[in-house]
């Protein structure tokens, strides 16, 4: 069950609440985000919940089974909208493109890249500092100097910044030179990071986990918007299967199944999920049809180069003309 509180609410009136609450038989927490006070009950007891909704203090009240609550689509009907200020947002109608190489590599590539997005009209530049690699000898980010040239350049050309974020102790000093907080795969379940995310006023894009179950990675985004972030986005970026074929099983199935039971905007990362250049632009297409509100994709002027993900990085001319396609394709997908 999800309380929404008014926010004028008196003492007496949360108190008379929580009375009424706990005689139920119900516990509660309390979540209080950048919107909105709500108060989450957990019980069994079968009641009419009109009996609380017409309490004073109360602005709505709503009857959620689901294990995930906040973030369930059963009590939230209209699809949030997360708004990266200057008219940049990811959701509703618009289709939100990110895009950029898997590593930033030197403030030239930076430069480059940023050229090649505001040529095409692209508003946020993907590109990690921080990178998890499977070896300790692959190259493994600038860290927070590359974050805060990446910043200047995307500052001065108004493009917004997604980028990864590992542990705790990075968030505070990546706060300022970030527009959203990209969880990966690997860390789909650090529950650690996740609450202290919650905590943050910017959004944050949660990857599936390798392996993970699509209630797993909703149960991930309740822990962000449980302790206060309503900012939350869901990634969809295939899953480890048998399959050998190509990087991972790109599950498209996930994306309607999502929007569904989530109100929470989803994007869809083909670059990962089939890791074949080639075969990219297709399954960024599918994802679109599927119902994603959005794409992020590896793009790199020369792919051949690339210090990390070359083989499935578009190069700056593929990417352009993906971005046409996939705006069409997104017009089509409107009719669905």
């Excluded at 008219?87 to 990110?98: D, F, H, P, T």
């Excluded at 030239?108 to 499977?134: A, C, D, H, W």
């Excluded at 493009?159 to 990546?174: L, N, W």
Aim: hydrophobic letters at 40%; one cysteine or more; glycine letters at 10%.
């Amino acid at each position: 069950m999800i309380i929404q509180l008014e926010k004028s609410i008196s003492a007496e009136s949360r108190t008379k609440l929580d009375v009424i609450i706990q005689e139920l038989g119900y516990k509660t927490a309390p979540v209080k985000t950048q919107f909105q006070d709500y108060l989450v009950a957990t019980g069994k007891a079968d009641f009419d919940i009109r009996n609380i909704g017409s309490l004073e203090g109360i602005k709505d009240i709503h009857r959620v089974t689901d294990d995930y609550k906040l973030v369930s689509k059963k009590w939230k009907l209209n699809p949030s909208v997360v708004d990266l200020g200057d008219g940049v947002k990811i959701g509703g109608s618009e289709l939100a493109i990110m895009a950029g190489p898997c590593s930033i590599e030197s403030e030239e590539q930076i430069e480059t890249t940023v050229q090649f997005l505001v040529e095409n009209g692209i508003k946020i530049m993907r590109g990690g500092v921080y990178k998890p690699r499977s070896s300790p000898y692959s190259f493994r980010g600038l860290g927070l100097e590359g974050l805060k040239i990446f910043y200047k350049h995307c500052k001065e050309n108004g493009i917004k910044i997604i980028t990864e974020v590992m542990q705790v102790s990075q968030i505070e000093p990546m706060l300022d030179y970030i527009d959203i907080f990209q969880v990966g795969a690997r860390n789909s379940q650090n529950f650690n990071l996740l609450d202290e995310l919650g905590k943050v006023d910017k959004a944050v894009m949660l990857k599936r986990g390798i392996s993970g179950s699509i209630d797993e990675l909703l149960q991930s985004a309740e822990y962000v918007f449980s302790n206060g972030n309503e900012k939350v986005i869901l990634c969809e970026r295939g899953i480890r299967t048998f399959e050998k074929a190509y990087r991972n099983t790109l599950d498209v199935n996930a994306i309607p199944i999502l929007k569904e039971k989530s109100h929470l905007p989803v994007i869809i990362d083909p670059s990962h999920g089939i890791g074949i250049r080639k075969h990219v632009g297709k399954m960024a297409m599918a994802g679109i049809i599927a119902g994603a509100d959005g794409v992020i994709i590896e793009t790199h002027e020369t792919p051949e180069i690339a210090f990390s993900d070359g083989q499935q990085t578009l190069s700056h001319i593929e990417g352009g003309l993906l971005f046409e396609q996939l705006k069409q394709v997104k017009a089509l997908a409107e009719n669905f």
